[in-house]
């Protein structure tokens, strides 16, 4: 029978606590956990519950004002604390690597991508580092900048960045927040071929229970800074042990759920009805044929119509640059179309907006021309979004004029003015 390797990470009753008002606040309870090479575990818990202050310890960082109360960790067999300032920098990167949470903001903007993955250390050529996350043309790639790249590409960016010294452990911090969901299993597989390939261990913390199911091997489910369940990951989702482990995954939303879940201490599950929206509501937002461009060079949005009544939920979804916060903008007036209609009606209240400015353009009533005063006039307390003004300017952010056109209207996409009720 072959035995199983010894546990390169291993955790044995840490307790922490943080300094506050002059005592000491305990945030971790005799927490022990190990990972062996090749496996991954995950920790999980709720905001507060200390996954990323555990996790944190394994590079042998702690937060300002806190403190090792109790236990030891080690990593390749040292012990974490124990080391010199010297060994701990050798610790970091050679030996444990950190993806953290946000690639965009981990990187440095002025830099580079090809200069911040050599500074990472290590002697694997840039250009191989690229491949190995699955990045297309590696050469013209490195020439970059940050802002250049993808939320999905800055995030491959960072895991060559984790791996150039070839560690032995990778921490993974949310790797995949903010990432949409085609993008994030890209990242997510490649990190699982990685740790095959180099035979990493990893710790993953996460508030998603889809990465987990994922990506775990293990589970070790964290509540108020103590370990209240630990399993793997099959067994856990599917016969969870502690009541709380059950609230937990009760608490994930459902497809199926017909409304809002209350979840009780037990995990137990009851669906609160959604409200019906009336048949004849009234139309808050209605958006026709709607058009944005950036520059003369690119389309965000391309002809989008849909319409939103009062008292109804409607979701935008999409793959990053699907152009779903481009519209939002546009909607909060922070963008201005390049054609269509967008129309609001404050309070959801019926009423019409002009047709167009006094200028007889099609759409801008809320944007300023270059001349200051709003694009055109409104008719009652709606908005028209849409559009340039009449001198074809886009001139400002349209909606947060405070007042109407010459003729006095409010036109203002946060709604009429005292004046205009």
């Not at 008002?21 to 709720?46: D, I, K, Q």
């Not at 694997?124 to 993808?150: K, M």
């Not at 003004?389 to 203002?412: F, K, V």
């Amino acid at each position: 029978m072959t035995s199983l390797p010894a546990p390169i990470v291993s955790v044995d009753e840490l307790s922490v606590a943080y300094r506050s008002g002059g005592r000491e606040v305990p945030v971790v309870h005799e927490v022990s956990l190990a990972v062996r090479p090749g496996r991954t575990l995950a920790l999980v818990g709720e905001s507060g519950s200390g996954k990323s202050t555990v996790a944190a310890t394994l590079l042998g960082h702690l937060r300002h004002g806190s403190r090792i109360t109790g236990g030891r960790v080690a990593v390749d067999g040292r012990d974490v604390f124990a080391l010199s300032a010297r060994e701990l920098r050798g610790l970091r990167g050679g030996t444990v690597a950190m993806v953290a949470q946000n690639a965009g903001h981990a990187l440095t903007p002025s830099m580079r991508i090809g200069r911040q993955i050599a500074e990472a250390g290590g002697e694997v050529p840039v250009t191989e580092l690229l491949e190995q996350v699955r990045l297309p043309r590696p050469r013209e790639l490195a020439r970059r900048y940050p802002h250049e790249l993808s939320g999905g590409q800055q995030q491959r960016v960072a895991i060559a960045m984790a791996i150039a010294a070839r560690p032995k452990v990778l921490v993974l911090d949310e790797p995949t927040t903010g990432l949409d969901v085609i993008t994030q299993r890209g990242v997510l597989d490649l990190i699982g071929a990685l740790r095959e390939e180099l035979g990493l261990a990893a710790v993953l913390v996460s508030h998603d229970l889809g990465v987990v199911a994922h990506m775990a091997d293990e589970v070790c489910v964290l509540h108020a800074g103590r370990v209240v369940e630990a399993a793997p990951t099959r067994r856990l989702f599917t016969a969870p042990a502690a009541p709380y482990t059950r609230r937990l995954l009760s608490s994930v939303p459902r497809v199926t759920d017909a409304g809002l879940a209350l979840v009780g201490e037990d995990g137990t599950r009851e669906i609160r009805p959604r409200a019906e929206v009336p048949a004849d509501a009234a139309e808050a937002v209605s958006v026709r044929d709607v058009t944005i461009d950036y520059g003369t060079a690119m389309r965000a949005v391309d002809g989008v119509s849909f319409s939103v009544r009062r008292g109804e939920v409607l979701a935008l979804v999409g793959e990053s640059g699907s152009g779903k916060s481009t519209i939002a903008w546009a909607l909060a007036g922070l963008r201005v179309p390049s054609g269509g209609r967008m129309r609001a009606v404050a309070g959801g209240l019926p009423g019409d907006a002009a047709g167009g400015s006094a200028g007889g353009s099609a759409g801008a009533v809320a944007g300023r021309s270059s001349g200051g005063s709003s694009g055109g006039a409104s008719g009652g307390p709606s908005a028209d979004l849409s559009g340039a003004a009449s001198d074809g300017s886009t001139g400002g952010s349209p909606g947060l004029s405070p007042g109407g056109s010459a003729g006095g209207s409010p036109g203002a996409w946060s709604g009429a003015s005292p004046g205009g009720r």
